[in-house]
């Protein structure tokens, strides 16, 4: 059987590269000289694959609309794990996007047993944190989204249970409620193109969360009325639950179409991504959603802080954003680095910093300048920097930004409602 990747695992075990490759996810090398003013996570390659960036990257050097989405469960505290994906979402509307955060209590609830008071003192947590990193847009609660619960229901039409099964691995003990949260996080990635129109939707998740997009690319082209596709001799246009009078629509307005059952051919010469626009449109006018495929990026983890992966079962492994200067002071000191056993042999060798969570930590988050990273990186290697005094710094810097990052929190706490 094909590999499974669970979402829902406190530590899923993915070799990133072989995943690509067997999921088709391709790789953001390509993508990358396309973004001017290159982010952290952009410049460094932390954001490593993606699914249909393409259509992202072109409406950002294009200036046309586009659309921000990711998810949060409010099952615990928000913590370092969380940063990546809340810096990739700013990021997309200061290039423009339209921003998204879908609060996943009903997931939370269904998937983790927690009770909807919990869930919305998280969810309150994770609103602060995104705002004080300069979120902006519509932040809403899954169980309180009547839009979204509509859209959810339109998406599990699409859905069965051979699908959940091959996907998920779900199985008949598998909760209702359980393959219900899988229908809303579909509504979630489809939510801003409801609200906000047909546009690209980019969707920053972690690799664990591929299965969810994969789905929601599959619903998405089940939920169209048409199916363009340029076959080079012609444009083909599949009519795939269109009423008659749709098709007539579609029919009358291309030069040249020819009608037949269940298809519309149209004679070389038209520009496909043109047709796919109008179709789209009349798709709409005929009561279809006319939804775009939407695209998504993934991103390498951070290392945990005691060497495998950051997890929130394993409490040293992380640094949560309300920690004590105490509580960080003795995970980072603690910290598992990439150091040889002796002083000397660390002179002598140099230590690892691609092993090394401090440096890991200081890659994503803590060092944005970049000749300052590789200084860091020249000097752990040749043994001139030694792990007591890197750490140190390290921490400086993580007290500092714990104490910045909090003082923004208060500022912002009042937008924090639903
Ligand atoms: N399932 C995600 C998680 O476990 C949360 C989530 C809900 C989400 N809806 C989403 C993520 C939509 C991305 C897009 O964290």
Known sequence: MAEQINPWSSAPKVDINRLFEEFGIESFAAQKPLLKDQPVFIRRDIVAGHRGYEAISEAIRMKKPFHVLTGFMPSGHPHFGHLMVMKEVVWHINQGGRGFISIADREAHAVRGLSWDFCDKYAREYMECLY???????????????????????????????????????????????????????????????????????????????????????????????????????????????????????????????????????????????????????????????????????????????????????????????????????KIMGALTGGRQTLEEQKQLGGEPEKCSIYQLNKFHMQEDDKELAKMCEACKAGELMCGTCKKETLERVLTFLKEFKEKRDEVSHMAEW
């Open 132 to 330: 004080a990193l300069g979120f902006k847009g519509e932040i809403y609660s899954q169980r309180k989204n009547n839009l979204l619960k509509d859209l959810a229901f339109e998406a599990a039409t699409k859905i069965n249970f051979s699908e959940l099964s091959a996907i998920y691995g779900f199985g008949p003990e598998t909760e209702l409620a359980h393959a219900m949260s899988v229908a809303m996080q579909v509504g979630d990635i489809l939510y801003p193109q409801l609200v906000g129109g047909a546009a690209p939707t980019i969707v920053p998740v972690g690799i664990d969360q591929d299965p969810h997009i994969r789905l929601t690319r599959d619903v998405t082209k089940a939920l169209r009325m048409f199916l363009v596709e340029d076959r080079g001799s012609h444009i083909s246009i599949r009519a795939k639950k269109a009423t008659p009078e749709a098709i007539d629509a579609v029919a009358k307005r291309f030069k040249g179409a020819k009608k037949y059952e269940g298809h519309i051919d149209l004679p070389a010469g038209h520009n496909a991504a043109e047709v796919d626009e109008i179709v789209r449109s009349i798709e709409q006018e005929f009561g279809g959603f006319g939804f775009m495929l939407p695209s998504s990026t993934y991103h390498s983890f951070l290392q945990g802080l005691q060497g495998g992966k950051m997890s929130s079962s394993v409490p040293e492994s992380l640094v949560w954003f309300d920690d004590t200067e105490k509580d960080a002071k003795k």
